[in-house]
């Protein structure tokens, strides 16, 4: 069973920047293809950013691109989200997950992620 952890969160004034990490249990990970949802109160959980198994390939959602990058340490078992410039709007807890779909496309989608983290909290001040 695959769990993960996410850290990093906290409160940071808007313009500031966090860096999200998830650390995965095994080694398997390396093969998962994994992304990056958030939600804000009173939302529904959306997508963020999403890598490929090998990294080479990134999704963003529009409101971050640009902003934000996602990246991920195999030999670590570790994912990232760099986060720059926040924004109010960026306040949500956010959740690292993974699947191992045999597709070379990020997957957007929450139902098409199996394994999920606990969440950590974001919170960006005006």
């Known amino acids: 069973q695959l769990q993960l952890v996410e850290s990093g969160g906290g409160l940071v004034q808007a313009g500031g920047s966090l860096r999200l990490s998830c650390a995965a249990s095994?080694?398997?990970?390396?093969?998962?293809?994994m992304a990056w949802f958030r939600q804000a109160p009173g939302k529904e959980r959306e997508f963020v950013a999403g890598?490929?198994?090998?990294?080479?390939?990134?999704h963003y959602t529009n409101s971050v691109s640009g902003r934000f990058t996602i990246s991920r340490d195999n030999a670590k078992n570790a994912g990232y989200l760099q986060m720059n410039n926040l924004k109010p709007e960026d306040t949500a807890v956010y959740y690292c997950?993974?699947?191992?779909?045999?597709?070379?496309?990020?997957?957007?989608?929450?139902?098409?992620?199996?394994?999920w983290g606990q969440g950590t909290q974001v919170t960006v001040s005006s």
């Open positions: 997950a993974a699947h191992f779909l045999r597709t070379s496309v990020v997957l957007t989608a929450i139902h098409e992620y199996d394994y």
């Open positions: 095994r080694r398997t990970f390396d093969s998962a293809q």
């Open positions: 890598i490929t198994w090998s990294g080479t390939k990134t």
